[in-house]
């Protein structure tokens, strides 16, 4: 961050937040997957940003969490006015069935998956 203070002329700091879906902030419950000391390392010192899905209840879930709720304050979920179900377990099960994920992501994405056969499937 001293590069970016020294070109805004100032005291910045720079903080990292996780971006996830709801279906990511449920997999928190998933046994063995995730430790609470993940948890509470990821959501107490970072926290993170969940786009609800449709059919997810992030607010009821994080109550459920006995971490999650400890951090709630450090927990923002972003309400879209429009849902969008499209999520990158989405675009990857599409682009590794050979489906179209035009309109899903922007061009260059789609290029870029498409030039380096990413998520193609391996026989």
């Given at each position: 961050?001293?590069?970016?203070?020294?070109?805004?002329?100032?005291?910045?700091?720079?903080?990292?937040?996780?971006?996830?879906?709801?279906?990511?902030l449920?997999?928190?419950?998933?046994?063995?997957?995730?430790?609470?000391?993940?948890?509470?390392?990821?959501?107490?010192?970072?926290?993170?940003?969940?786009?609800?899905?449709?059919?997810?209840?992030?607010?009821?879930?994080?109550?459920?969490?006995?971490?999650?709720?400890?951090?709630?304050?450090?927990?923002?979920?972003?309400?879209?006015?429009?849902?969008?179900?499209?999520?990158?377990?989405v675009?990857?099960?599409?682009?590794?069935?050979?489906?179209?994920?035009?309109?899903?992501?922007?061009?260059?994405?789609?290029?870029?998956?498409?030039?380096?056969?990413?998520?193609?499937?391996?026989?």
């Amino acid at each position: 961050s001293s590069g970016i203070n020294a070109e805004y002329g100032g005291d910045c700091s720079i903080v990292t937040t996780l971006v996830c879906g709801a279906d990511l902030l449920e997999s928190f419950n998933v046994p063995g997957l995730w430790s609470n000391e993940d948890i509470e390392r990821i959501v107490g010192r970072h926290g993170l940003v969940v786009i609800r899905r449709s059919g997810s209840d992030p607010d009821k879930f994080i109550f459920g969490h006995d971490v999650l709720y400890k951090y709630r304050a450090n927990i923002m979920i972003a309400y879209e006015p429009i849902n969008n179900d499209v999520s990158s377990t989405v675009i990857r099960r599409l682009a590794s069935r050979g489906l179209s994920i035009r309109y899903l992501v922007p061009d260059t994405v789609s290029d870029y998956i498409k030039s380096n056969r990413l998520y193609e499937e391996t026989s």
